[in-house]
């Protein structure tokens, strides 16, 4: 009989550069200093639209994590996540590129889905430990 290991659940820390960390900080203190001065010239609309901007940015800041569960990925990103099953992962390969994802850093893993042909649709994440995670995906695919 033979004894299959069982996959536990793995979080993987994601990796932060200093440039959009650094913009996404400009970013909040423009939102909360619009919020400000919406509020003192009584202008409420705008001020709930950009204190209401200021929480969604501010939210990509804490939340970043990637977690291996026993049949798919989960990406977090703030409030937003996304799922990507095992069985539909084609390739993995290290990447270092500008293209927007649930990332904060230009160096990469690009996760290739199998329905999809192009590259706007591949998943990207910035796992610190870039080896450590495609060796861990590999051996639960």
Do not use: W
Not at 69 to 98: D, Q, R, S
């Amino acid at each position: 009989m033979k004894m299959k290991k069982k996959l536990c659940r793995q979080t993987f820390t994601t990796r932060k550069d200093f440039i959009p960390l650094f913009f996404e900080i400009v970013l909040l203190t423009v939102f909360l200093g619009l919020f400000i001065i919406f509020m003192q010239e009584k202008d409420y609309l705008r001020a709930i639209i950009f204190i209401i901007l200021f929480i969604l940015l501010g939210a990509l800041l804490f939340k970043n994590d990637i977690t291996l569960e026993k049949y798919y990925i989960k990406i977090n990103y703030g409030i937003f996540y996304i799922k990507v099953k095992y069985k539909n992962i084609k390739e993995l390969k290290k990447v270092e590129n500008y293209f927007p994802g649930f990332t904060t850093s230009n160096i990469k893993v690009c996760i290739t889905n199998k329905k999809h042909k192009s590259f706007l649709f591949n998943t990207y994440v910035a796992p610190l430990d870039r080896d450590d995670f495609i060796f861990e995906v590999k051996r639960r695919i």
